[in-house]
């Protein structure tokens, strides 16, 4: 396997917050604009989670979560492309996080259904655990 085939679940991640981060603005700077309050106002995450409605804080509340787990996600991709550890099993966990982290922002950014959105992140922090685990092995395993 050629081990860029890492890069892509991970540039569709970062993908996948540019995404949210976009959807974010499309939602809060109108929400904003009907509000007619003076921009300043919101001038702290508290401020505008009072001013503005739930459904238009879902987004902003989903970028600050892909700023979580993902980071391990990130450092560990890395980690597998230096070390020359990269093949088919975690190429495979590597889509799976993605794919769970996909539909867990896309149910946090509209309907926010809670318990469909922990399933989806449980799923996620597995796949992400099982790649960290078997590459945390294979490092214990070299040095025995």
Request: charged content about 10%; aromatic content about 16%; overall charge positive.
């Amino acid at each position: 396997m050629n081990p860029v085939a890492i890069f892509l679940p991970m540039l569709s991640m970062m993908a996948l917050t540019a995404v949210v981060w976009f959807y974010m603005y499309a939602k809060r700077i109108p929400a904003m604009r009907r509000a007619r309050i003076s921009v300043q106002t919101y001038a702290s995450p508290e401020a505008i989670v009072e001013h503005l409605s739930a459904a238009t804080n879902y987004p902003a509340n989903n970028l600050k979560n892909l700023f979580e787990l993902p980071v391990i996600f990130y450092a560990l991709c890395l980690y597998l492309f230096v070390t020359d550890n990269v093949d088919t099993v975690y190429v495979s966990a590597a889509w799976l996080f993605f794919v769970f982290r996909a539909a867990h922002s896309a149910v946090h950014c509209t309907s926010n259904i809670v318990i469909l959105r922990f399933y989806l992140y449980v799923a996620a922090a597995m796949a992400l655990w099982f790649m960290l685990g078997r590459a945390l092995l294979a490092e214990l395993i070299v040095y025995v």
